[in-house]
């Protein structure tokens, strides 16, 4: 893909440091589809499971065979990564499938996990879906990417996320609509709070548009965000 022109790059470099640093929506990128309501009823909670130390292979497929009978993750696509200022690892992961004996949908579009030094758990919003809901519509947001900046006594983590819309039942029927940020706040020990799901443009099946958000990187100050084209 060729390179960005520099006011272009500098121009989105500093819009995502006005939303991951202020915890802001980008209202000069398209309209908000919702800002999450903080209320009681919209709380994620988090199950902490022991984590046993893992010396050999044995202990390793024990812990995977017991963590994959856990309801509300069985096991999720991609995977992306941080380290919280706690010392606390965050995990994001695109489509997500949970146990039959779970109480919500057996397959969601994003979810999240949290691991301690010696356990670690699922992100559960209250309504047992996807971590970052689906709008309305049903489009839903596959995760790409993260970073967090640290303000005051909380992190604010963004979330470079996908959307995407099914097009049938088949597991390759669906449309990628454009990219999206949602913006989690994290306070030391506590469970992740979303406190905003923002769209990026337009919905477009037009590949030669960016998919900001593709890969992320916080340097002192800035946070660069990177983004993927098919020209």
């Known amino acids: ?73 069985v096991g999720g696509d991609v995977g992306a990564d941080l380290t919280l200022s706690d010392g606390r690892r965050m995990w994001v992961f695109g489509d997500t499938l949970r146990d039959q004996t779970f109480d919500g ?23 047992g879906g996807a971590l970052i809901p689906d709008r309305v519509d049903g489009v839903g947001y596959w995760p790409m990417s993260l970073g967090k900046v640290a303000r005051n006594d909380a992190d604010l983590v963004g979330v470079g996320v996908q959307r995407v819309r099914a097009t049938g039942a088949g597991t390759l029927s669906f449309q990628i609509l454009g990219p999206g940020i949602a913006v989690f706040r994290v306070l030391p020990g506590e469970t992740p709070e979303l406190l905003a799901v923002h769209d990026l443009g337009p919905d477009t099946v037009d590949r030669t548009r960016p998919m900001w958000g593709a890969a992320a990187a916080v340097v002192g100050d800035l946070v660069y965000l990177y983004g993927t084209a098919h020209p």
């Open 105 to 127: 949908p057996q397959i969601v579009r994003n979810s999240m996990l949290i691991f301690e030094d010696d356990c670690a758990g699922v992100v559960l919003p209250a309504d």
């Open 1 to 73: 893909m060729p390179s960005p022109s520099r006011p272009t790059w500098r121009l989105v470099v500093l819009l995502l440091v006005g939303v991951v640093a202020a915890g802001v929506v980008w209202a000069a990128w398209g309209p908000v589809h919702r800002l999450i309501d903080p209320e009681p009823a919209a709380e994620a909670s988090l199950d902490c499971m022991p984590v046993p130390p893992l010396d050999t292979v044995a202990e390793a497929n024990r812990l995977i065979r017991t963590y994959r009978s856990q309801p509300g993750f």
